[in-house]
């Protein structure tokens, strides 16, 4: 299948990020990670050359596949702007925190009060800064979770993000998505939508891969 795409580079991120508090706590989010590894698995599968760059999960690391471990968004952040520049495609399947303390504690935090208030201040926008920081001009690929409106908090995604595809699922269903062998997810690209019906991660990884592909194929045949 890979006839016309042969020697796609593809970038994937992958699992949560952990923001540090103090040397011994973090705060983290509950994705396990396996869209984004079953994805990258597919890609390689699929004979394309893959970088993964994770946050910490408990999967295996896929075979025929590079790998960087990180911890913190601004980890994952610099990893990716590292590589994207020589990447084809870019799949952002991390579920990248959105804050992060303002100041890492460096003893570990004392009970000292009944309250105790942390201070965060937004991460960077990873998927956000491959056009506008990283001049990353393949085709570029986010996922969004919502628990309402999925289709229009996706293009919203798309648009603002300079997506050429958002990957949107609904996480207010029971049984897919977050922490789930399962999911089930909406297809939004700039002047179409498609969905597809619920599967195992693995077999819908497969079937996303043939998706991005030819997506890629059509924009770099100038129509996309
Ligand atoms: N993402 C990212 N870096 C961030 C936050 C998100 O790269 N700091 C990526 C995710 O990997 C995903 C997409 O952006 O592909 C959507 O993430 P989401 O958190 O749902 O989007 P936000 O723009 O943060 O919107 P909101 O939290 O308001 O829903």
Known sequence: MSRHTADVNV???AG???EPIDPVRFLTNRSSGKM?????????RAGHRVLLVSGPTSLDIPDHVDFIPVESA???????GQHLQRMDVAVFAAAVADYTPANVADQKIK???DTLTLELVKTPDILGSAR?????????VGFAAETEHLEQHARTKLERKGCDLIIANDVSKPGIGFDSDR???LLVYPDASEPM???SKHDLAHQLVQAILELHLSKAAGGG
């Open 11 to 13: 970038l994937v991120t």
């Open 16 to 18: 949560p990020t952990r």
């Open 36 to 44: 984004g590894y079953e994805l990258a698995a597919a890609f390689a």
């Open 74 to 80: 601004a980890d994952m952040q610099q990893a990716v």
């Open 111 to 113: 009970k000292t009060g």
């Open 132 to 140: 506008s920081q990283f001049g990353f001009a393949g085709t570029l």
């Open 183 to 185: 999911n089930e997810v």
């Open 197 to 199: 019906p619920e599967a």
